[in-house]
């Protein structure tokens, strides 16, 4: 069942650490953005003077309660995912990730504490725009429709990948997957990529994907281990993840292991992801603590340490970003 196949991704998850070392980068796949505000990260070393600066730049509601209130999907490593206390031999928060270390350290730079708030994918930026949340984070691909609703700082940048249980017998590939059950992260670029996909598939006379929508990436992953679908799309990130730890080899062309996973094509649709916000004197202070965090090297520290340093963009190419 998809309930049994969920348990054994989470006892898979965390049962081998040195597998867990092993993972390769790989984002919710893209569209075009438009940019608000273009500030450049400049690299010289930050004084006193300047992390004051950084710090002075938080909206001062926010500076009084001390708090970032974050919205996010802890079910998507490995940018955000919940994990034992002891995680890689070191002691964590219940929530951690690329995505989760990069926010605690932009809050860190603003003098500021980091309170998650566990809600849907679809709910994130909606929390934002409701002021339930002050930030969201959770592996966002900034894209036209969603830059209708929030402004985004952008931090990485990553595309969308197939991944298929292997010996692939129905023969999966991102433009020959008609007629196979394919599974996806609801409200996930992916799932606006496979409808589009499906679609087409009526122009050749053939038969539509069948689409299988799960609420988080660990029930989207069981369903191919478990047999439910024949393949999942989601962010390279996750997909890389997915693959390490089930056992399974970086191409389904390479040696077959059976019952394990593997990445099939490459990944497309390479986009930025970014912190949604609502305030816009919000989102300039996330940039002045990110540029602190790059300045720092703790930026690409981060990103090395989860194996996601391919999806590290420029200081110049980190920005403040918007629709309007």
Do not use: H, K
């Amino acid at each position: 069942s998809t309930t049994a196949a969920g348990a054994y991704w989470r006892v898979l998850l965390f049962s081998d650490r040195i597998r867990v070392e092993d993972q390769s980068m790989g984002s919710r796949g893209g569209r075009t953005w438009m940019i608000l505000v273009a500030s450049s990260l400049a690299l010289a070393g930050c004084g006193a003077e300047e992390e004051t600066a950084v710090a002075d730049a938080v909206p001062g509601d926010i500076a009084a309660l001390g708090t970032l209130l974050v919205a996010t999907n802890p079910t998507f490593p490995p940018a955000e995912f919940r994990t034992p206390v002891e995680f890689r031999d070191v002691e964590r928060g219940e929530v951690t990730g690329f995505e989760v270390e990069l926010m605690e350290a932009v809050a860190e730079e603003l003098g500021l504490e980091v309170e998650w708030l566990d809600v849907a994918f679809p709910e994130v930026i909606e929390s934002v725009a409701a002021e339930e949340a002050d930030v969201g984070a959770a592996a966002i691909t900034v894209t036209d429709d969603r830059l209708a609703e929030a402004s985004f700082v952008t931090f990485f940048s990553t595309g969308t990948q197939w991944v298929v249980r292997e010996p692939n017998a129905a023969g999966v590939t991102p433009n020959g997957a008609c007629g196979a059950r394919v599974a996806v992260q609801t409200g996930t670029v992916q799932a606006d990529d496979l409808a589009t996909r499906s679609a087409a598939c009526g122009e050749t006379d053939e038969d539509p994907i069948d689409i299988v929508e799960f609420d988080g990436q660990d029930e989207v992953t069981a369903a191919v281990l478990s047999g439910v679908a024949s393949a999942f799309v989601a962010d390279a990130p996750a997909a890389a993840w997915a693959v390490r730890q089930s056992g399974g080899t970086p191409n389904a062309a390479s040696t077959v292991n059976t019952g394990r996973l593997a990445t099939v094509g490459q990944q497309y649709d390479v986009a930025p992801y970014g912190w949604a916000v609502a305030d816009v004197e919000l989102g300039e202070a996330l940039l002045a603590g990110l540029g602190a965090v790059v300045d720092s090297g703790e930026y690409q520290e981060i990103l090395e340490f989860w194996n996601v340093e391919e999806g590290a963009v420029p200081a110049d190419q980190i920005e403040l970003v918007s629709g309007g």
